[in-house]
């Protein structure tokens, strides 16, 4: 445990997660909550993460997670409830103004989108916000002040600003947004900030931009090739390569945007203050990250494939064991004739539903976990003198305990 008495003392962050427990508590999280027709989800959150809260041990003292399942589950049904209405209220206000002649038309399915864009801003706040709030660490809480709807509007404001200039000022949009929830960030009465300027991320977005702009280039060059060749009667040529090009290009685009991901969360940890003085650092590193997604992904897949041979050979073994060529697999007026073909696809099902949850499982083990551990590990804190006087502040009221996050499906992960 670090001595905070020292002149300018430094704590590590340690993380103790180890994969096999994580995989354990995954798995039978994911099954029970299948069994449970996806009741069960809002437990298996809660586990998850007290297994990564407590993982994650800054000076060797453990994170806390406090939240329950059961409130997580009353502030969904809360949220639903008033979705329901914001949204009904939302349609009549559409049939009012006469717009209900495009009923059935893409376009009413379009506003009741474009309606629901703002909450999603605001739940994501909102899921933030409770989060913190059952968090604890020393003993003392952190908190969010409650300003979701500030924050939907000045999310709205730079979203269409990064749409407008064609999402040239997305680091813009992203600073500026992280800056808004940290500001209004507390660890117990120690405020947190957000310095440094937006500018500081533009040069890793630029990679981003020039893969995109390249990958486009070269469509636009594929599309004008197809259609030359359509209306001359031809072949076109060269297709191989354009090909190839473009999947090379988005496959840049998309290692840049790990690379502006990594440079921008660690240029704002850098950059963010606890209290007056308490500062931190990190140093995550873009090939590790890379790397932990390339081989985890191949990790997945292979397992994937494994477990999807086991289970084709198993059916086929059941029908072929009893003497049952495939190519009379659903005779009889395409209706399934035996008790045998009932069997594999049951196997068949089975296999398919756990194969889904070994990928949801093995991407926890294999990408996030390994992740998890990079960014907690490499990150150090500074200046630690006024975590002695640190005091607690009141707990912040979180009626919807992040239900909007799970009703709409967004910012609610671990």
Wanted: proline letters at 3%.
């Amino acid at each position: 445990m670090n001595d905070l008495s020292q002149p300018n003392p430094e704590m590590q962050v340690d993380y103790c997660g180890e994969a096999g427990g994580l995989f354990g508590l995954a798995f039978t999280s994911a099954l029970l909550t299948v069994l449970t027709l996806g009741i069960y989800r809002f437990w298996m959150k809660t586990k998850l993460r007290r297994y990564y809260w407590a993982s994650i041990q800054p000076g060797g003292i453990p994170l806390e997670y406090t939240g329950t399942g059961m409130e997580k589950l009353l502030g969904f049904l809360i949220a639903v409830v008033i979705l329901a209405v914001y949204l009904g209220i939302f349609n009549l206000a559409v049939s009012f103004i006469g717009l209900a002649v495009f009923q059935g038309n893409p376009l009413a399915l379009n506003l009741t989108v474009l309606a629901a864009i703002p909450l999603i801003y605001y739940a994501r706040y909102r899921s933030r916000g409770y989060i913190l709030s059952r968090t604890r660490w020393r003993g003392l809480r952190f908190g969010l002040e409650p300003d979701a709807w500030k924050y939907t509007l000045n999310a709205i404001g730079h979203t269409l600003l990064t749409i407008v200039t064609l999402g040239v000022l997305f680091p813009r949009q992203r600073f500026n947004m992280e800056k808004f929830v940290t500001d209004r960030t507390w660890y117990g009465n120690l405020q947190m900030r957000q310095d440094g300027k937006w500018t500081m991320n533009m040069k890793a977005w630029l990679v981003v931009l020039a893969g995109l702009a390249f990958a486009v280039v070269t469509y636009a060059i594929l599309i004008v090739k197809i259609i030359a060749a359509t209306n001359n009667g031809s072949q076109p040529e060269g297709m191989g390569w354009l090909i190839f090009l473009i999947f090379s290009s988005y496959l840049v685009a998309g290692f840049a945007y790990v690379y502006f991901s990594v440079v921008s969360f660690r240029n704002m940890a850098n950059n963010k203050v606890l209290g007056e003085n308490i500062r931190f650092t990190s140093k995550i590193r873009t090939g590790k990250v890379t790397g932990i997604y390339v081989l985890g992904g191949i990790g997945i897949t292979i397992c994937a494939m494994i477990i999807g041979l086991i289970v084709f050979g198993v059916a086929a073994g059941i029908v072929y064991g009893l003497d049952l060529p495939m190519q009379e697999f659903g005779r009889n007026g395409g209706g399934l004739n035996t008790s045998a073909q009932w069997a594999a696809l049951a196997i068949f099902g089975i296999g398919y539903l756990v194969l889904l949850l070994l990928v949801g499982v093995l991407a926890q083990v294999f990408i996030f976990q390994p992740i998890l551990r990079h960014y907690a590990t490499e990150l150090v804190l500074r200046d630690l003198g006024e975590l002695e006087t640190a005091s607690q502040r009141p707990q912040d009221s979180s009626v919807d305990a992040g239900g909007f996050a799970d009703a709409l499906d967004v910012g609610a992960a671990i």
